[in-house]
């Protein structure tokens, strides 16, 4: 038996794939969607690291907020890219109105722009979600000051300072 992906080649096990590092739901499922869907909704829908310092490490919370009238599972595969982290104590059953707290941590080596994603996959109840995660480099805090004096000159001639 063969598949796309894997030419001359068996299906990987689940066991197989997770000792590659990659998550057997991501062979099988798709993750197109953001912010909600029927059953879940995250916040923010879309996680930015903006101005970040190198070798520092910056926290940031997103919440999983079940919006739907029933309990469910969801299970959450984090970022692929070893400068995002999440953290999280998985509760099993998300009641109605219950959120889950993901900690994502980014710890940037160099000065450039960084992403990656977290997935949520809610099985058949509805659409997967997908949670971007972008971290770049930029100036958060520029002090400029409220008034900037250049002196009177009249209009339509020139000064010079020496």
């Keep these: 038996?063969?598949?796309?992906?894997?030419?001359?080649?068996?299906?990987?096990?689940?066991?197989?794939l997770r000792k590659l590092g990659r998550h057997p739901l991501l062979e099988k499922e798709t993750f197109e969607k953001l912010q909600r869907n029927d059953v879940?909704?995250?916040r923010p829908h879309i996680l930015h690291f903006g101005g970040f310092q190198i070798h520092k490490e910056h926290t940031q919370l997103l919440k999983l907020v079940n919006i739907s009238p029933s309990s469910l599972r969801v299970s959450i595969i984090g970022p692929a890219t070893q400068w995002f982290k999440i953290r999280f104590d998985k509760k099993g059953l998300?009641?109605?109105?219950?959120?889950?707290?993901?900690?994502?941590?980014?710890?940037?080596?160099?000065?450039?722009?960084?992403?990656d994603t977290i997935k949520i996959f809610c099985g058949e109840?509805?659409?997967?979600?997908?949670?971007?995660?972008?971290?770049?480099p930029s100036a958060n805090d520029v002090v400029l000051p409220r008034m900037l004096d250049f002196g009177s000159i009249a209009i339509g001639t020139r000064g010079s300072w020496n």
């Design 40 to 42: 879940v909704e995250t």
């Design 1 to 16: 038996m063969q598949s796309a992906g894997y030419p001359d080649q068996e299906d990987p096990s689940e066991a197989t």
């Design 125 to 136: 109840l509805s659409e997967n979600l997908i949670v971007p995660i972008h971290a770049y």
């Design 94 to 115: 998300l009641a109605p109105g219950m959120s889950e707290d993901i900690m994502v941590t980014f710890e940037p080596h160099e000065w450039r722009y960084y992403y």
